[in-house]
């Protein structure tokens, strides 16, 4: 017979099949995530609309899933997907903002360029005067 004390440790143990929904979520989003990556890596111009759909979609089966799993009881498997997924989609942040910046720069490049183009030069500074 099975005292309060003993249910209690039952209850609260990790379940790997409790917790398989949320594994499998896990994984599909670190695929999706790792697909993009590939994707800029190899073509830093690459159309990103198509990983969208599974991005989404990731979220949407994370978002679900970890409602199932409180933290405490997390198998130790799950946990290390957690910590991959954290690393590949840091590496993906990182390489995004990469992009970000570099789209940045060009379009203030552009910017300047076409104001400077379209400009009768009334309101520019005047070039400093040689030193004497």
């Known amino acids: 017979m099975e005292t309060g004390n003993d ?9 790997p099949q409790i917790s398989a929904p949320l594994t499998l979520a896990v994984r599909r989003a670190t695929d999706a995530i790792r697909e993009e990556t590939r994707a800029l890596r190899a073509n830093p111009t690459a159309d990103l609309k ?32 957690l910590a ?10 990182d390489l995004l903002s990469l992009h970000m910046n570099a789209v940045s720069e060009v ?4 910017s300047r360029t076409m104001i400077d183009f379209d400009s009768d030069g009334t309101y520019q500074a005047p070039f400093p005067e040689p030193s004497r």
């Open 84 to 93: 991959e997924f954290k690393g590949v989609l840091q590496e993906n942040i």
């Open 7 to 15: 249910l209690e440790l039952v209850v609260n143990k990790p379940d």
């Open 107 to 110: 379009v203030e490049m552009l």
């Open 50 to 81: 198509v990983f969208e759909y599974g991005k989404s979609r990731a979220l949407l089966d994370l978002t679900r899933a970890r409602t199932m799993v409180p933290p405490g009881l997390m198998p130790e498997q799950l946990k290390e997907d």
